[in-house]
């Protein structure tokens, strides 16, 4: 009789966790496709459609891989960001990433590679406090102070940080870099359906940036 008990607790168990997950995989399908569909007429892929803003943000990743190859992710933005600059669509690029040590430091690397591309130093602005796509979206606002701007990264990264923008009163629009083949980007993107689920709990807990500080004018 224990047996038989112990064997329909652990049924039991497993068919609630089975429920739970099932749940939680439509959720972030559901999450997912309100993401998209709300921001992604915003998103434009043809630099003479997308509209001028003065400041583009262009969201910072690594320059190489854990492997030591180039990541494909960061050229193409670096190729989108020299693109749009050079249109006029933007007149600064304000470039925000991760440098939380000595030797990793996204926002520098990103600004050399706009530098030997011709942008001119005077017209990148770094804020080396962009930990996260959100801390990258709400401190272009609080820190630089900048309630219009145009999102440079790939399409799926650009309607998350849209979506973040709209959540916190800036009008955002997004300038697509080319993306990676499905094989090379696997891993990034069940990360980032995973990333719009923790949008969701940041926007219901009122998450703020790791770091504020004072203000810096983008004249």
């Known amino acids: 009789m224990k047996n038989k008990l112990s064997s329909f607790s652990f049924k039991k168990i497993i068919f609630v966790l089975c429920l739970l997950a099932a749940l939680f995989v439509l959720a972030s399908y559901l999450i997912d496709r309100h993401v998209s569909s709300t921001v992604e007429c915003r998103v434009y892929s043809s630099v003479n459609e997308a509209p001028h803003q003065k400041v583009g943000l262009l969201l910072g990743t690594s320059k190489y891989l854990s492997n030591g190859e180039v990541n494909q992710y960061y050229t193409y933005r670096i190729d989108a960001a020299v693109e749009l600059f050079r249109a006029g669509k933007v007149n600064y690029i304000l470039v925000s990433g991760d440098n939380s040590t000595k030797r990793y430091d996204e926002p520098t690397s990103m600004r050399d590679d706009l530098i030997a591309a011709g942008i001119p130093d005077s017209c990148i602005v770094l804020?080396?406090?962009?930990?996260?796509?959100?801390?990258?979206?709400?401190?272009?606002?609080?820190?630089?102070?900048?309630?219009?701007?145009?999102?440079?990264?790939?399409?799926?990264?650009?309607?998350?940080?849209?979506?973040?923008?709209?959540?916190?009163?800036?009008?955002?629009?997004?300038?697509?870099?080319?993306?990676?083949?499905?094989?090379?980007?696997?891993?990034?993107?069940?990360?980032?359906?995973?990333?719009?689920?923790?949008?969701?709990?940041?926007?219901?807990?009122?998450?703020e940036p790791k770091f504020k500080g004072e203000k810096i004018e983008i004249k």
Not at 151 to 167: G, L, N, V
Not at 169 to 191: D, E, H, P, Q
């Open 127 to 207: 804020d080396y406090a962009g930990f996260r796509t959100w801390d990258s979206v709400v401190r272009c606002q609080a820190i630089f102070g900048q309630d219009s701007i145009t999102i440079i990264s790939q399409p799926f990264h650009i309607e998350r940080a849209i979506y973040i923008a709209d959540h916190k009163g800036i009008y955002a629009t997004g300038f697509a870099a080319k993306n990676v083949t499905k094989r090379y980007g696997l891993k990034t993107m069940v990360r980032e359906k995973l990333a719009r689920v923790k949008l969701f709990v940041d926007i219901l807990i009122g998450k």
